[in-house]
T-cell receptor
Framework: KAGVTQTPRYLIKTRGQQVTLSCSPI?????VSWYQQTPGQGLQFLFE???????NKGNFPGRFSGRQFSNSRSEMNVSTLELGDSALYLC?????????????FGPGTRLTVT | DAKTTQPNSMESNEEEPVHLPCNHS???????IHWYRQLPSQGPEYVIH???SNVNNRMASLAIAEDRKSSTLILHRATLRDAAVYYC??????????????FGTGTRLQVTL
């Protein structure tokens, strides 16, 4: 079956702009989690969505938001971009979002803020 | 918040077994231990996970200490394609209930001929 897909794969934005990233989970998976990966901070949890509801949010400012649609596809939005937002943004899907589930990651969206 | 500690790097010869350690002394009784690996310019790939008992799958084996404060990922015969950064991650019973998920810096595995 098809894996997790993320679009776009690469993005270049200017400070102050906003950006929307998209994630399509594996068919049948209802949980989608988003992560930010940078060389300095490593992998950091952003938030998790399950059945269109945000169940948990990491320690990121309110400029980072997301949503999930009825087909489990998810988007994350970053407003008022800052240089420090340059990172690889990863989404992962799993069946129910439990610790016992395997998490399947997408290839990521590489965001560069200039 | 539970945290994992891994060596920064390890080396192995091809076709030899590799034991990648992970310390998680503050693990809670219900946290699952997951291992993922990441190749350059790719997203992390699931390897294996477990709760209390040792686990085996086609990719690797996971040995969990009796007190659950440490675990070891075992690659039985390393190949060049196993060269990657390996992450040991603790997941709560429900991801949505965690106040914060933390990840270690991972172990960069080098495999040589």
């Amino acid at each position: 079956k098809a894996g997790v897909t993320q679009t776009p794969r690469y993005l270049i934005k200017t400070r102050g702009q906003q950006v929307t990233l998209s994630c399509s989970p594996i068919s049948g998976h209802r949980s989608v989690s988003w992560y930010q990966q940078t060389p300095g901070q490593g992998l950091q949890f952003l938030f998790e969505y399950f059945s269109e509801t945000q169940r948990n949010k990491g320690n990121f400012p309110g400029r980072f938001s997301g949503r999930q649609f009825s087909n489990s596809r998810s988007e994350m939005n970053v407003s008022t971009l800052e240089l420090g937002d340059s990172a690889l943004y990863l989404c992962a899907s799993s069946l129910e979002g439990t610790g016992g589930d395997e998490q399947y990651f997408g290839p990521g969206t590489r965001l560069t803020v200039t | 918040d539970a945290k994992t500690t891994q060596p920064n790097s390890m080396e192995s010869n091809e076709e030899e077994p590799v034991h990648l350690p992970c310390n998680h002394s503050t693990i809670s009784g219900t946290d699952y231990i997951h291992w993922y690996r990441q190749l350059p310019s790719q997203g992390p790939e699931y390897v294996i996970h477990g709760l209390t008992s040792n686990v085996n799958n086609r990719m690797a084996s996971l040995a969990i200490a009796e007190d659950r404060k440490s675990s070891t990922l075992i690659l039985h015969r390393a190949t060049l394609r196993d060269a990657a950064v390996y992450y040991c991650i603790l997941y709560p019973p429900k991801i949505g209930t965690a106040s914060k998920l933390t990840f270690g810096t991972g172990t960069r595995l080098q495999v040589t001929l």
